[in-house]
């Protein structure tokens, strides 16, 4: 089982990237999900997830501009970014959970620059 990710890139503050997370080699879909993001230097940072009891939560840094998503046909996650600043800078990593599995699964990690 791999998470692939996608979407990230170099934006000007003030625009949108929109990343992407889909599961491949299970026909399983996403149970739960978490994006992290690590700013060099600095710790690994949850920044939003949907819980497998169906609620979404968002570090205090991103509410109200990222919105976390997943759509099941493609079994793939999203997280869109809008207003984006240059804190925002770090790679973002997708985390899953599937259904029928305790195991956590991992992205590669997709870097995210935005410029002032």
């Known amino acids: 089982v791999q998470l692939v990710e996608s979407g990230g890139g170099l934006v000007q503050a003030g625009g949108s990237l929109r990343l992407s997370c889909t599961v491949s080699g299970s026909i399983f879909s996403m149970n739960a999900m978490r994006w992290y993001r690590q700013a060099p230097g600095k710790q690994r940072e949850l920044v939003a997830e949907f819980t497998s009891g169906g609620s979404t939560n968002y570090a205090d840094s991103v509410k109200g501009r990222f919105t976390i998503s997943r759509d099941n046909a493609s079994n793939t996650g999203y997280l869109q970014m809008n207003s984006l600043k240059p804190e925002d800078t770090a790679a973002y990593y997708c985390?899953?959970?599937?259904?029928?599995?305790?195991?956590?699964?991992w992205g590669q990690g997709t870097q995210v620059t935005v410029s002032s």
């Open positions: 985390n899953a959970v599937l259904f029928g599995s305790i195991d956590r699964y």
